[in-house]
């Protein structure tokens, strides 16, 4: 809470559930800052998207899972009736590692700040962060910063190539 910006409780509800696998069902969560700028929230039920494979179907799920959330986000920034918010996605991920064909899972935070969100919401986005990971019971999970809708398609094939870890 560096920032003054507090952390809901039902964010780390949310994420409890997703990382210690008692849900099981999600594979992509949400958390923005809320319309006052004094919290951090779970984002709205469209931005948590689910797991429902694992294993090589888990695979094609996570190709079409990144679909969802590209589409997500070109639906906002298309709009100008709708703010483009920062967001924290937590996202699972499976994949088959290129270097030995091992199938293989991992977590990964992405930090999305697009370069159209208004500056009161990109700075107070930027001194959130921390506040947001500390709150996580047992986050150490991968973070990584971005900017650009193309770089979302970059994750994957990063992870296969081992470049992300």
Request: glycine share 6%.
């Amino acid at each position: 809470m560096s920032s003054g910006v507090a952390v809901d409780p039902a964010c780390n509800e949310m994420w409890e559930d997703f990382h210690l696998g008692k849900v099981n069902k999600r594979r992509v969560i949400t958390f923005r800052i809320n319309d006052e700028f004094n919290s951090i929230i779970p984002d709205t039920d469209k931005w948590q998207l689910p797991l429902t494979k694992s294993g090589e179907d888990g695979i094609e799920e996570t190709k079409e899972i990144i679909q969802q959330v590209k589409q997500l986000i070109a639906d906002e920034l298309g709009d100008d009736n709708v703010p483009n918010l920062p967001r924290w996605f937590i996202m699972y991920f499976d994949y088959k590692m290129e270097s030995d064909g091992r199938l293989t899972g991992k977590e990964l935070m992405v930090k999305w700040c697009p370069e159209q969100s208004k500056v009161k919401s990109k700075m107070t986005f930027a001194s959130s962060a921390k506040g947001l990971n500390d709150s996580l019971n047992g986050f150490n999970s991968l973070v990584v910063q971005i900017d650009e809708l193309e770089g979302i398609d970059d994750l994957l094939p990063k992870f296969q190539k081992g470049l992300l870890k």
